[in-house]
């Protein structure tokens, strides 16, 4: 009585684990390791725009610039096996003229999957960061307000999983003193009522598909449709909560507007005057100026020299 007892437990311990393993064996997808992943990222362009809301002939002005950046990331899978990464990208910014203390202004959370032996590249748009400076000349005195971009910071790891295996950023320095960066995290999560959702990160077991009816046939159209990954991910000018996947949609049409008064741009480090007349690409609106783009760069434009209306 006793052997029997014995064996009829040694049996259903192995039928527990036998299952366990073939429960946990169904649920595992086989993806590249954090290995064998290279990510990197580089800033492709910036644009900076200063509008001037009254100033004197004596030095005197009150000014509001604003700026955006753009970045490209680049991630390789050496694995024979697909990748599938989440993504977490932060854009930084410090106040006006100060050298502290770090924020964080906007974030983009996705997944990226990566075919076997291939890379995929993309790019990010920051959100427009606005700052404001008042000069006085007579009395010497500069009062400035808002934040202006300092870098970026992206963190890569394994969908489902808190801690990054690897991470990039504008700056060596940024990386190597990130104990700012706890803090601005929380903080950023506060201000924008948004928390982690690992779990969303990972995808489900696809459903089984049906048995073909009794006339023999497959069902005519297809349970799983697999899309490719795009190449490219348009961000819109919000922040992105964590564990969104990027909308894969078609571009919409470019839209064109028409420049109606001389206008006085800085691109990069120069300054330029769009002529009355010219055609440029309307990339997105504000309340009083839009974002265009003008010889291949991003600058704003005043909506009133414009004949957007």
Same mark, same amino acid.
């Given at each position: 009585m006793f052997s029997c007892i014995s064996a009829l437990a040694l049996y259903l311990g192995l039928f527990v684990i036998v299952t366990t393993n073939v429960i946990l064996a169904s649920t595992t997808k086989h993806f590249?390791?954090?290995?064998?992943?290279?990510?990197?990222a580089k800033e492709i362009g910036s644009a900076r725009n200063i509008i001037t809301h009254w100033q004197t002939s004596w030095g005197s002005f009150d000014r509001d610039y604003l700026a955006t950046r753009d970045i490209e990331i680049e991630i390789h899978n050496l694995s024979k096996l697909p990748a599938r990464i989440a993504i977490d990208f932060y854009?930084?910014?410090?106040?006006?003229?100060?050298? %502290?203390?770090h924020k964080l202004f906007s974030k983009h959370s996705f997944v990226?999957?990566?075919?076997?032996?291939?890379?995929?590249?993309?790019?990010?748009?920051?959100?427009?960061?606005?700052?404001?400076?008042?000069?006085?000349?007579?009395?010497?005195?500069?009062? *400035?307000?808002?934040y202006e971009i300092e870098g970026w910071i992206l963190f890569a790891r394994l969908p489902g999983q808190p801690q990054p295996f690897d991470k990039v950023s504008s700056s060596k320095a940024m990386l190597e003193h990130l104990d700012w960066f706890p803090d601005a995290l929380r903080a950023f999560e506060n201000a924008t009522n $948004?928390?982690?959702?690992?779990a969303a990160e990972i995808e489900p077991e696809p459903a089984p598909a049906p048995e073909a009816g009794a006339n023999g046939m497959e069902p005519s159209t297809p349970l799983i449709v697999v899309q490719p990954t795009p190449k490219t991910i348009e961000t819109a000018p919000v922040n992105i909560p964590q564990g969104s996947a990027p909308t894969r949609a078609s571009l919409p049409p470019a839209i064109f507007?028409?420049?109606?008064?001389? *206008?006085?741009? *800085?691109?990069?480090?120069?300054?330029?005057?769009?002529?009355?007349?010219?055609?440029?690409?309307?990339? $997105?609106?504000? $309340?009083? %100026?839009?974002?265009?783009?003008?010889?291949?760069?991003? %600058?704003?434009?005043?909506?009133?020299? %414009?004949?957007?209306?």
């Open positions: 590249a390791p954090a290995s064998s992943i290279g990510i990197s854009f930084v910014g410090r106040p006006q003229r100060l050298p %502290t203390p990226v999957n990566v075919a076997a032996s291939y890379q995929e590249r993309f790019s990010l748009r920051s959100d427009v960061l606005r700052s404001r400076e008042t000069y006085y000349a007579t009395l010497g005195d500069r009062y *400035t307000s808002g $948004a928390r982690p959702n690992y507007i028409t420049v109606t008064k001389p *206008t006085k741009i *800085t691109i990069g480090r120069r300054d330029e005057i769009i002529p009355p007349g010219t055609k440029v690409q309307l990339v $997105a609106r504000a $309340a009083d %100026t839009v974002q265009v783009r003008y010889k291949g760069e991003s %600058t704003f434009v005043k909506i009133s020299s %414009t004949d957007l209306k």
